[in-house]
């Protein structure tokens, strides 16, 4: 089955600077890549997701880059700011099949210093 | 995106009952799942509840331990049979829109056992 690795487990920067998580799958048939943000006793809230026929999406503060060939997926914000701190979640979705299961990385634990 | 709302929010149980946690959805959704987040941890998938049919149990996951019913487009439920501490977790659903692999969370269900 689908195996998403995510790096780094945490990630501390000062406001201002920007945050990049990494994330690698092993089937190379998965063709959709979500980013969840969990802050602490919430639900996880989609911020920004990719499909394999695009390299790269942009939402404000937000982007995300996928690069197929070596299959793996990165989450960047650019002007973090504390509010920004939570765990960010990376997915992938196996194209096989009729259903739309995701498999998540472990999680990034983000901490915007002020 | 669709309001999803899960019941109860929280509950301490004792060892050997069942609680049983209802997802309902403001939507019809193509998809439903139920998914276990145990303490710092990440995300994984129960099983994908299908209307009309028997659920899909991920590997480590069996319906007599976790019964799912799926009685119409908008509505499911998950039951946690003859609980132990090691359910202790959070539950939560998460749906798909007609024609869509995005997926959203519910608010998640808290569960301590004793």
């Known amino acids: 089955g689908e195996n998403v690795e995510q790096h780094p487990s945490t990630l501390s920067v000062q406001e201002g600077d920007s945050a990049v998580i990494k994330c690698t799958y092993s089937?190379?048939?998965?063709?959709?890549f979500p980013w969840y943000k969990q802050e602490l006793g919430k639900r996880p809230q989609l911020i920004i997701d990719i499909r394999s026929n695009v390299g790269e999406k942009k939402d404000q503060r937000i982007a995300v880059t996928l690069n197929k060939t070596a299959k793996h997926f990165s989450l960047h914000i650019t002007e973090t700011q504390p509010e920004d701190s939570a765990v960010y979640f990376c997915?992938?979705?196996?194209?096989?099949?009729?259903?739309?299961?995701?498999?998540f990385g472990k999680g990034t634990l983000l901490t915007v210093n002020p | 995106s669709a309001v999803i709302s899960q019941k109860p929010s929280r509950d301490i149980c004792q060892r050997g009952t069942s609680l049983t946690i209802q997802c309902q959805v403001d939507s019809q959704v193509t998809m439903m799942f139920w998914y276990r987040q145990q303490p710092g941890q990440s995300l994984t998938l129960i099983a994908t509840a299908n209307q009309g049919s028997e659920a899909t149990y991920e590997s480590g996951f069996v319906i007599d331990k976790f019964p799912i019913s799926r009685p119409n487009l908008t509505f499911s439920t998950l039951t946690v049979s003859n609980m132990s501490p090691e359910d202790s977790s959070i539950y939560l659903c998460?749906?798909?829109?007609?024609?869509?692999?995005?997926?959203?969370f519910g608010p998640g269900t808290r569960l301590l056992v004793l």
């Open positions: 998460s749906v798909g829109p007609r024609g869509g692999e995005t997926q959203y």
């Open positions: 089937d190379s048939a998965s063709n959709y």
């Open positions: 997915a992938a979705r196996f194209s096989g099949g009729s259903n739309y299961k995701l498999t």
